[in-house]
Structures are given as C-alpha cells and as structure tokens.
C-alpha cells in the first residue's frame, strides 16, 4: 500500500520555521515513498483563524518548493461531516450536552480543592452535565442555552476496553491511555467540531496513512485512536517529530516572527537558505 502523509496547519498566522520543518517532514516521506502528499487547513476556530492566513500558508509552501497532490482540504466547508459524526455519537449515548462556562468550571473545581489537569494542560472538566435527566437538557436546550458536546469517557471505554494502541516511530507500540483526558469537547460551542473530532475524521476521510506531527500531540493520540475504534475508522501509523525551538530555548510560536519563513524571504533569503534553518537542507 502506497503512503498518505498530509501537512495540517491552522491559519492562526504566517508560517514559522516549525511548521516548515513540520511540512518538509511530511512532504518528503510521501515524495520518497512515491506516495501522496495532502494539504489540510485547520481553520474551525473563527476567532482565530483568517482567510487571509491560509492563502499565505499555500504561497509560502509553494515558494518553499513543496507541492501537494489534490485539492486542499479546508475544514470549515465540511461542518455538515462533524455534525453527522457528532450526531451518531450522540445516539449511541456517548456524548452529552454540557451547559458550562469556563467560569463556573473553574470555580466547581476549585471548590473541590483539587484541580487535576490533562496532559494537554486543560484542567480535567468534573462531570457537572454528564447526569443531567434528559427533560433537563431539552428544556435547556429549548429555552437557547449554549452547550458543547463532551464525551463520555466511561461509556466510550465501556465500548473499546482499555487495550486500545497505536504504532509510532521510534515508540513502537504505544498503549493508549485516553482516560486521563476525561469528558473532552467534541463539539464546541460556536461550532459543531472541535480538534480532536475534525483531525481524526480527517484523517480517515482523506486515506493518511502516516501522521506525521509534532511531539507535543503524542500524548492527544490516544484520544485519536479512541475515536477511531469509536467511529470504526482506519488506524494510521504515527511519527511524532522532535519541535524547533526559538533563540529562547523554548519550541517556535508565533512571537517569533523573525522566524517566519515570509519575513525571511522578505530579508532575501532563498528557498534552499530557509529549507536549511529549518534543519531540512
Ligand atoms: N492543526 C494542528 C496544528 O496546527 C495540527 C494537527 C495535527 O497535525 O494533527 O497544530
């Protein structure tokens, strides 16, 4: 079987040299496999994300010298998709309407005493909506509250058992363990999608076959692979690559904006010279 690999960014900005390695990554896999190469924008958030950021992520990457095979995929024309998806959960019973803001998790939990947080540093949300009677949530839901739709972590490993994994490069077989995440959001409030949702949907939807990206979502993968066995989707194989960091020592973000690869072409450097500072020469 020939090799998918796909590039994901999220037009939140211009492209650093992060995202260049990251794409250069993926690009070359595919390329040097004789596979396709796929280009993805992750744009759901509409607060964050801009129009005018996808159209300078596809012109840096060209000038870069990377093409890529198909159409891209631009996640905000496919709510329809992860609302069906989120609607076929929701009659299996695992995901439920929660009806809280930050604030009042914020102060649940801290009336606890305790506030464990998931690896992704998201404070682990306390089940407050998970036994809301069903005439609660639809008189809720009648009367215009705003809700997210949250897994229900128990119910879902209910149906996979715990032995899920997934094969990463350089890790092997990696045993998922997706109950430290808790009940995440699946669908967010303003949209009907969320990270989690759309990445592993999209995944499945465009055939990848390798995932290639960043280590900081090694540990997410697990919630990825739980979705998969969920939704009966295809599990790809995953190499999560190590993350460039600035002259600060810390991983590349979009304060470092004398890393971004327009502004280094700006100051004149060539494809070649930038291909190089991202560490792919
Ligand atoms: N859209 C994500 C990001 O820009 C990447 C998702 C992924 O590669 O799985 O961080």
Redesign the pocket.
Known sequence: MSIVT?????P?GYLHLG?AF?ALTAWRRARAAGGRFLL?I?DIDPARCRAEYAAAILEDLAWLGIDWDGPVRVQSAHLAEYRAALDGLAARGLVYPCFCTRAAIAREVAAAGAAPHGPDGAVLYPGTCRGLGAEERAERIAAGAAYALRLDMGRALAETGDGLWFEAEGHGAVACRPARFGDVVLGRKDVPAS?HLC?THD?AAQGVTL????E??LA?TDL?RLLQALMGWPAPSYAHHRLLAGADGRRLAKRDGAMGVRALREAGLSAAAVRARAGCA
Request: proline letters at 5%; aromatic letters at 10%.
């Open positions: 796909r590039f994901a960014p999220s939140t995202h990251a993805r992750e990270y990445v995944d995932v290639t990206r960043g900081d979502l997410a990825h």
